[in-house]
Nanobody, 119 residues
Framework: QVQLVESGGGLVQPGGSLRLSCAAS????????MSWYRQAPGKQRDLVAR????????NYADSVKGRFIISRDDAKNTVYLQMNSLKPEDTALYYC????????????WGQGTQVTVSS
């Protein structure tokens, strides 16, 4: 059974940090591109950061470049998102995503973890 379980969300003050984790099971983690998306109320779900399977290259949304870092530990089947210098506009439900082009369906999603940045 495929599972993506996010953790690490919470309430943090502006300028603070959080580290999200996503533990995966039920599929070959190392083959997958792993991503974090976020969705604020009334808005679409947007890509935050992605790390490629097998190579480790990364890309980020312009709004988080220089503040967020995505990483993965294939031995632990886990992907992380280190979020620094958090801003109120980072408030959203953060979702973990696994993508593998040779799978049907190619996408797996977690249930999300809430991040709220507020004083």
């Amino acid at each position: 059974q495929v599972q993506l379980v996010e953790s690490g969300g919470g309430l943090v003050q502006p300028g603070g940090s959080l580290r999200l984790s996503c533990a995966a099971s039920g599929f070959t983690f190392s083959r997958n591109d792993m991503s974090w998306y976020r969705q604020a109320p009334g808005k679409q779900r947007d890509l935050v950061a992605r790390i490629i399977g097998g190579g480790g290259s990364t890309n980020y949304a312009d709004s988080v470049k220089g503040r967020f870092i995505i990483s993965r530990d294939d031995a632990k089947n886990t992907v992380y998102l280190q979020m620094n210098s958090l801003k109120p506009e980072d408030t959203a439900l953060y979702y973990c995503n696994a993508w593998y082009r040779f799978r049907d369906p190619p996408n797996y999603w977690g249930q999300g973890t809430q991040v709220t940045v507020s004083s």
